[in-house]
């Protein structure tokens, strides 16, 4: 059934097919309506779940961890500050090796207070054991939240789906809200093992000494990198029931490009419109979705941008003192290929600031008139 | 055992010798008492605490029934997790208890406390007090009472405010039951958990736990301290139900308090005028809670 609906919406209506036990949960812009939606759907019986609406989002990640580790398909969607308090527990959540799902609607950090879209909260994350998602459209909000749960009980690594506050969160589009059976086809609820449970009573998370610990992190790292290979599975599963499919990148008219653009979020949909004018122009140039960030498809990347001359990386994020974070994962998977391309940072979007076509083409143009990669990342547009 | 008398306390046990708390540790007998009356059904939420390192290292376990280890703050919240996640389960049988410091109650785990009492959470929240950051080294915390010396309140400048009323803080919430126990009083602390345990909605027991190394008294003294509390009135037992209703379970001739400040290191520098305020104090809230119970 299609329906035109706000991202927010497509977050709790792909919670709602996932069959989530517990939700737990607190308001913050841009992420309220996700779990205002969520909470109707309990109240009204649409959805048969237990609501906690907690005091803070540190208990958000605490109440979803506890029921988690109980054995429950678990909830919570939060956004910036919000995901910044919870951090303590994002870490918690991972070393449980809980397959807890997270949506995050990325929101620049204050001060100054902004409400708009910007990347640092998320990727601010970045190491705590969580495999992270950028969404484009409100279908893929949808459809990664499915694929969310079927990676993270295959790994037993919690995942956070991003999507861009207001740009997707509040923008209505149509979405393909799947068929209850098919979505319980493809992701059916299982009891696990190695639960809180008076019948098989086991202790979770006690005092590790040197001898273990470094061992738990390795098996860690290892369910991150064996993620990748859940998430191609999950996608083509998805793909063979529904019909949709977005791999852990995709490339858009690279073929025959000499310039390859490398974007992630809503900056892709405004990208494909600039890179359509540019071919139209007659000019190389191609796009680089990256929609999984964690793990790292270092290899996709690798073999899509190996034979370029020419990479040129478009952030909504800064780690301040070394740039755009993107750009850096981008330049460490490509460092090691016997031939690699010329990576030129931009810093643009940052806090809600536009990025439009024009904005992708300025960024074009400039990395067509360079010949070498200046030391620091442009930023575009920046009132200096 | 006189002729008439029986043994109150649950012989079984959930609690198996080898832990790794010290010698005369008053929160490892009180999880002992505690879980006699709980029974196996019950799941354990261990916020950091003492006990983080009293139920032992990966791959042991002291205790035999399920146990989760959380972050310091998350004692109230993590619960709520697992109670919801059992509810799903319709599982109304298991109990989950939540077990914390007074550094995990008083401090940093008030705010999540605070909201899943609020919210009426169907669990128990066990306070195990033993009034400071014993686990770090002995620091203070808002549990550490008037005068006491901690490493964070040295000599010449102990804490010079008065212990903070959690219980008075869980009744404001007017939760189904809050409640203190003293593990010199097993056959009181185990009805407390008993009649908790039947009961649903939020319940708060508050326990006086005895520290010998942070309380600087020999480990053989741990119950006798414990007992001295009780007697000298700083540490009342009774009961507050729905936040209104008090009843006081044990009524001490009240000893003066200095027998109990005299017991321990920790209090060795007070003078004589400090022990005349700590009186006052204690007489003034044992008035207020018998104002409490004659009013209820």
Not at chain 1, 144 to 167: C, H, K, S, W
Not at chain 2, 156 to 179: L, S
Request: net charge negative.
């Amino acid at each position: 059934m299609e329906k035109v609906i706000i991202g927010n919406y497509a977050v709790s209506y792909g919670a709602q097919l996932a069959r989530v036990q517990v939700i737990a949960a607190y308001p913050i812009t841009p992420q309220t309506q996700i779990v205002e939606k969520l909470a109707e759907m309990c109240a009204s019986g649409e959805l048969n779940a237990r609501f906690i609406p907690v005091e803070s989002e540190h208990s958000a990640m605490a109440s979803t961890i506890g029921a988690a580790a109980t054995g429950a398909r678990a909830f919570t969607a939060t956004s910036s500050q919000g995901l910044a308090l919870m951090h303590e527990m994002i870490h918690w959540a991972a070393a449980s090796r809980l397959p807890i799902v997270m949506a995050n609607v990325n929101r620049a950090l204050g001060p100054g207070w902004s409400i708009w879209a910007d990347q640092n909260d998320s990727l601010s994350q970045r190491d705590t054991g969580w495999l992270q998602f950028y969404c484009e459209s409100n279908q893929e909000v949808l459809d990664t939240v499915l694929q969310g749960y079927r990676i993270a009980e295959q790994v037993m690594l919690p995942v956070m789906i991003n999507l861009d506050g207001f740009l997707l969160s509040h923008t209505s589009e149509p979405v393909d809200i799947p068929d209850q059976a098919l979505v319980d086809r493809y992701l059916p609820l299982a009891r696990r093992d190695l639960i809180l449970d008076p019948d098989d009573p086991h202790s979770f998370g006690g005092l590790v000494n040197p001898e273990h610990y470094m061992e738990m992190r390795h098996k860690m790292h290892q369910a991150q990198l064996q993620g990748k290979e859940a998430a191609r599975e999950a996608d083509a599963q998805f793909k063979a029931i529904f019909g949709r499919s977005y791999g852990l990148v995709e490339g858009y008219r690279l073929e025959g490009a000499e310039l390859a653009l490398v974007v992630s979020g809503t900056i892709a949909s405004t990208s494909r419109v600039a890179v359509d004018r540019l071919r139209e122009q007659g000019e190389k140039v191609g796009l680089l979705k990256i929609r999984m960030f964690r793990p790292f498809p270092g290899e996709e990347v690798g073999e899509l941008l190996g034979g370029f001359k020419k990479v040129a990386v478009i952030d909504r994020n800064i780690s301040f003192g070394h740039g755009g974070i993107f750009c850096q994962e981008l330049k460490s998977a490509l460092y090691n290929l016997p031939k690699r391309p010329q990576v030129y940072g931009y810093i643009a979007g940052l806090g809600g600031r536009d990025v439009t076509p024009q904005t992708i083409l300025d960024i074009a143009e400039l990395t067509a008139c360079r010949n070498v990669p200046p030391a620091e990342a442009d930023w575009i547009w920046v009132k200096v | 055992m006189g002729k008439g008398m029986s043994y109150q306390i649950p012989e079984d046990e959930y609690m198996y010798s080898g832990d790794v708390a010290c010698p005369g540790c008053g929160a490892g007998l009180a999880m002992r008492l505690a879980l006699k009356a709980l029974g196996p059904r019950t799941i354990l939420v261990l916020p950091a605490s003492c006990w983080s390192i009293i139920a032992g290292p990966f791959p042991y376990s002291a205790l035999s029934v399920p146990v989760y280890h959380t972050a310091f703050e998350t004692g109230g919240s993590t619960a709520a997790g697992v109670r919801a996640a059992l509810d799903m389960k319709s599982d109304r049988e298991t109990t989950v208890v939540t077990w914390a410091g007074d550094g995990g109650t008083f401090d940093i785990g008030l705010q999540a406390l605070s909201g899943a009492v609020e919210r009426n959470e169907n669990f128990i929240y066990v306070c195990y007090d033993n009034e400071a950051y014993m686990n770090t080294g002995i620091q203070r915390s808002s549990a550490t009472p008037f005068g006491a010396w901690t490493s964070t309140t040295p000599i010449g400048h102990t804490k010079d405010q008065p212990k903070k009323d959690m219980v008075g803080i869980m009744a404001a919430h007017r939760i189904p039951y809050a409640a203190t126990a003293n593990i010199a009083y097993p056959e009181d602390l185990v009805r407390k958990f008993q009649k908790a345990r039947a009961m649903k909605g939020s319940r708060f027991i508050h326990i006086l736990a005895t520290c010998p190394p942070g309380w600087r008294i020999a480990s053989d003294l741990s119950v006798k301290v414990a007992r001295m509390a009780v007697q000298t009135r700083i540490f009342p037992l009774y009961e507050v139900e729905n936040g209104v209703k008090y009843t006081i379970n044990v009524r001490p001739k009240g000893l003066p308090v200095s027998l109990y400040l005299k017991m321990q290191d920790r209090f060795k520098h007070l003078t004589a005028e400090d022990m005349a305020i700590i009186q006052e104090n204690v007489d003034r809230e044992w008035e207020r809670l018998e104002d409490r119970v004659a009013s209820s």
